[in-house]
């Protein structure tokens, strides 16, 4: 066998209202200076998981904390133009502001595009983003995450924009907030902030990443239901 093996990462932001995705301009190559998926070939002693965080941190300058495996892309033998390369993708949710983006090694530079103004990335990386999507809706309806996509302390109001923007749905809001304080996977705080122009209070949450670490350890139940 003459086969490589790479790992790309389908990373996921969200500010505003707005779901983005990371891209990475390539340096060199037949593909310099075109948008792929941060990504590249694992080190012979490498894990697979730590070939992802090194890549992200070595082209985008960024760390992750939800990382969860995707897919193996590898059917069409011709999707790398140099030799036959396997793909192992993973897809990590992140808050942007959290990061000063920093493109290094082979990447020539690093942004952040809104889903849908996503241009043509390289190899058959708009197909891995796609499965992403697809993977991340499907996981929010039964399964509360995205929480990294939120600042530390957050309106519910911005948990439930979230939820609508990767859904690309309005949700039952009060069925929502409903189930999940239930849950206790998210705490209301003493502090309060204006909302919008007419400057109503609204109470700040975090979120117990401890209580909802157990809960998935016992299992439990979340389904979503829309408005």
Known sequence: QNIKIAVDAIVFGYEKGVLYVLAVQQRFGKLANNWVLPGG???????????????????????????????TFGDDIDRDLRFRVISVAYFALVNPNNFVLKADTDAKDAKWFPINEL????????????????????????QPIGFDLLDAEFLFSDLENLYCSILSRDIDRRNFRKKILSFGIVKETDKVVKIGASGRPGKLFIFDKVKYNQLLKDGFQFDIRFA
Do not use: C
């Open 119 to 142: 241009p043509q990335l390289g190899f058959d990386h708009n197909d891995m983003v796609k499965l992403a999507h697809t993977r991340l809706k499907n996981k929010l309806s039964y």
């Open 41 to 71: 070939f694992i080190k012979d002693n490498e894990p697979l998981k730590v070939a992802v965080e090194r890549e992200l941190q070595e082209e985008a300058g960024i760390t992750v904390n939800y990382l969860e495996q995707l897919e």
